[in-house]
């Protein structure tokens, strides 16, 4: 049995330590004996999960600015909370951005925007957000806008 069949049959089993094998592999250039199909898969969803994760955390920002911005009886008690939430959203966010994800988060935006719209709306009950997205990428991101 190759090292390859055995590579394949441990990512069946145990993801991590299939992981753990691939990289000493690379390291040590012996790109032959990788499990190129496995691999493959797993880079692609590295980067579905990259991308979901950086969706997330905008459409957490753009909840929150919506929340501060337009709910105003309950502004009083959680504005702080909630420019709590967006610092730590852009922070995060602003640590996982690659030039490649800021692409295509700006390709997505009002999609986002939307899906946050949804669920501000029915959080709140309010109908009143613009139809389309009235931030820009910079904006979401700049810790000095809405401070």
């Known amino acids: 049995m190759t090292i390859t069949t055995n590579l394949k049959k441990l990512y069946e089993t145990d993801e991590n330590l299939w992981l753990e094998k691939t990289i000493e592999l690379l390291k040590q250039k012996q790109f032959n004996q990788l499990d190129l199909e496995n691999l493959i898969e797993e880079l692609i969803n590295l980067g579905k999960r990259d991308l979901a994760k950086a969706k997330s955390l905008l459409r957490q920002i753009i909840i929150h600015i919506l929340l501060l911005e337009y709910w105003q009886v309950e502004y009083e008690k959680n504005y702080r ?26 390709d997505d935006l009002e999609n986002i925007y939307q899906s946050a719209v949804d669920f501000v709306r029915i959080k709140t009950d309010l109908t009143i957000f613009p139809e389309k997205c009235p931030y820009t990428l910079a904006q979401l991101l700049d810790n000095n806008y809405l401070h």
């Open 81 to 106: 909370h909630w420019f709590g939430e967006i610092k730590t959203f852009r922070y995060d966010l602003n640590n996982h951005l690659t030039t490649n994800l800021m692409n295509k988060l700006q």
